[in-house]
């Protein structure tokens, strides 16, 4: 009886350190990327403008992870999915989907895809 005890109070304990561990490491895991207030957001009407100055049919612009994700066609065509910065509408990730060559995902270096920056008013 008592090594029974033994057991289950070490199964207990090994369970407690594993949940504590997971609810230490889980943040570390979130993929937040924008932590802007949102007090310092611009719109998307902004974002949507100065994309298609460039070119890109804008498809929708959501919310995900505290960033603004985007899905377009740029000029040639190709499937765009982007995520900026909300308050200083920078780009940070790009994917371009090559429909003519499914297996590629990767960014096209050739095509005019230029980094938005927030102008300095300061």
Same mark, same amino acid.
């Given at each position: 009886?008592?090594?029974?005890? $033994?057991?289950? /109070?070490?199964?207990?304990?090994?369970?407690?350190? $594993?949940?504590?561990?997971?609810?230490? *490491? !889980?943040? !570390?895991? /979130? &993929?937040?990327?924008? +932590?802007?207030?949102? /007090?310092?957001?611009?719109?998307? +009407?902004?974002?949507? #403008?100065?994309?298609? #100055?460039?070119?890109? *049919?804008? #498809?929708?612009?959501? %919310? &995900? &992870?505290?960033?603004? +994700?985007?899905? /377009?066609?740029? +000029?040639?065509?190709?499937? %765009?999915? @982007?995520?900026?910065?909300? @308050?200083?509408?920078?780009?940070?990730?790009?994917?371009?989907?090559?429909?003519?060559?499914?297996?590629? &995902?990767?960014?096209?270096?050739?095509? $005019?895809?230029?980094?938005?920056?927030?102008?300095?008013?300061?």
């Amino acid at each position: 009886m008592n090594s029974t005890m $033994s057991i289950l /109070a070490k199964v207990a304990r090994l369970l407690l350190v $594993s949940f504590n561990l997971t609810l230490m *490491v !889980a943040p !570390a895991l /979130a &993929d937040d990327e924008c +932590e802007e207030p949102i /007090a310092d957001w611009q719109p998307r +009407e902004i974002l949507k #403008q100065r994309l298609e #100055q460039q070119g890109w *049919v804008v #498809q929708r612009i959501r %919310i &995900d &992870d505290g960033c603004y +994700e985007v899905r /377009a066609l740029n +000029e040639r065509g190709r499937r %765009i999915k @982007a995520t900026f910065s909300p @308050a200083s509408l920078i780009l940070l990730k790009l994917k371009v989907k090559d429909d003519k060559h499914p297996h590629s &995902d990767s960014k096209h270096p050739n095509e $005019s895809i230029s980094v938005i920056k927030q102008e300095q008013s300061k």
